[in-house]
């Protein structure tokens, strides 16, 4: 008889592997497929590499940089607090260009009436911060009624487009009558008046007398630096050059002595680079040169480029130049032609000092005459004043009168 075989039972342990290994298979997460969408090629934009296009960008950099910089520089700029920036003044026109700067006519906020000359003297460095202060000391010092009056200076700030540029003002008396070189060209063609000419010669001199008594030399008298005031007096300005004369004689000690005006006016002494009796006399030539102006009525540059020049050539170029003018000769006093040929001397010895020609007997007459037409323009005046106040009195009683 045949023997059965008995089948075999599955091992426990397997069966357990199993069943974990179908749980887990039944478990774990399936993986989620995503398809990747097909990108075409996007075309890209190639600049050649050129000079052009290379200063182009480097232009572009550069304007984003400055431009930068300009925001920064507006919201970062200091405000400026000076007299002008509050209103104290009130600025009307530009009327004229100076050798510093611009000059305007303004006056003060709650006094409208007043009028005053405003100069603004660009500074570039401390130098000329310096020397400006210096002119503003020098008219501060000088009170004389043949002296432009000096009112104010302060420091004034203007904002330029990457600094701010420092600007210094002087605020000085205005002479609504302009400079004696508009006034010769306007009134005098043939020269002016002997009266005239006394007059404004005169008033020059005692100031240019009350300057040297005090040792100061203004080393820059001509006749756009006198100006004329309504009332009809000529007063000397512009002291931007003026010095001491301790200065000038160091100058002469230490052979530093330089040129220093305007060439149409300049001594012959200081053509060849040398100063006498500290720079006094070369004062006197230029009122001399401005009385030789006053007399023939053309400015001096017309009459000879350079005076100074032409003297150090022929010594006696100015005393025949006057000599030979023979309308000069005939129409004034032969004591003012010899005072004019004086102060013109080549010689800085033989020219007058502003105490001699005071001491001078014509000169003391012309004064004399000069203060008496003066007492009678008073009086008229005063008369006039008068007059118009018995007028207002007979329409109105109660009318007040200063």
Known sequence: MGVKSIPRLPSVGKSVKGIHSALLNSVKPQKTIIPIPVVEDVPVLKIPLTLQNILTLVLIVLLTIIGTVYIWILSTKTRCACRLCRKDFELHENIGEGGFGAIFLVTRAKQLSEKYILKKLEMRDLNELEKVQYEAKQLRMLQHKSIVKYE???????????????????????????????????????????????????????????????????????????????????????????????????????????????????????????????????????????????????????????????????????????????????????KLISIAKRLLHPDPIQRLTVEELFRKKFVRQQLNKLSQVKKVQLEKYSGKRKLSTQISSSEDPNAMHF
């Open 152 to 334: 104010d200076e302060f420091l004034h700030m203007e904002h330029g487009p990457l600094k701010a540029n420092y600007v210094y003002i002087i605020i000085m008396e205005y002479c609504s009558s302009g400079d004696l070189t508009d006034y010769i060209r306007e009134h005098g063609n043939n020269g002016l008046a002997q009266q005239k000419v006394m007059k404004y010669f005169l008033e020059v001199c005692d100031a240019v007398r009350y300057l040297h008594q005090r040792d100061i030399i203004h080393r820059d008298i001509k006749s756009p630096n006198i100006f004329i005031t309504d009332s009809d007096e000529a007063k000397l300005g512009d002291f931007g050059l003026c010095v001491h004369g301790k200065t000038i004689a160091s100058k002469v000690r230490h052979s530093s002595a330089g040129a220093i005006g305007t060439n149409c006016y300049m001594a012959p002494e200081l053509h060849k680079g040398q100063l006498f009796q500290k720079g006094k006399s070369a004062d006197m030539w230029a009122i001399g040169c401005i009385l030789l102006e006053m007399l023939t009525g053309t400015a001096l540059w017309d009459l000879t480029e350079d005076l100074g020049t032409k003297c150090l050539e022929d010594p006696n170029f100015t005393m025949n130049f006057i000599s030979q003018n023979e309308t000069l000769v005939k129409k004034y006093d032969p």
